[in-house]
């Protein structure tokens, strides 16, 4: 097996490890996503949650919600337009401020997702997050190998049919 320089170097890659956990831990999620009813993928969940939450949003201000820039932000709004999850309207007060809102499409997506959805992806990290301790790198050695060991599409338990 090839040395992973990556996790050896410590401290020196630890931008581009925790990228890697991030994109492990995205295509895990994808995976429990996917059958939701749109196609939707995992990285912009957040956008859907940070209007949900936080109501209808300017792009700078869902940019900075989410953590991204500007013009990442713009692309994935107008994917999930195109879905027909998010709509735009151009601000009373500024007409080159577009407003992003959730359609009522978008809102049956968020709810149903928050129900059955984001509860599995929560638990399935939060088992794999289980027990850690200790210094930053030996987490991170930790969820890495616990995400070779079992995937986190596989920690998540599905719920039991009633009777």
């Not at 956990?21 to 859907?48: C, H, M, W």
């Not at 930790?142 to 995937?151: F, R, T």
């Amino acid at each position: 097996m090839v040395e992973d320089i990556v996790r050896s170097f410590g401290y020196l890659t630890l931008g581009t490890r925790m990228k890697r956990i991030g994109e492990r831990l995205q295509a895990d999620a994808q995976k429990i996503t996917s059958g939701a009813g749109a196609d939707v993928q995992s990285n912009q969940y957040p956008f859907l949650a940070a209007i949900e939450h936080l109501g209808p949003l300017g792009i700078g201000e869902l940019a900075e919600a989410v953590g991204i820039t500007q013009p990442g932000a713009t692309r994935a709004v107008n994917q999930l337009v195109r879905l027909g999850l998010l709509e735009t309207r151009t601000s009373s007060g500024d007409q080159r401020r577009r407003i992003v809102s959730l359609t009522p499409v978008g809102q049956n997506f968020v709810n149903e997702g928050k129900a059955q959805v984001w509860p599995l992806i929560r638990a399935a990290v939060a088992d794999l997050c289980e027990g850690l301790n200790g210094p930053l790198l030996d987490q991170l050695a930790a969820i890495e190998d616990g995400l070779s060991d079992k995937p986190l599409h596989k920690r998540v338990k599905k719920p039991r049919k009633r009777p």
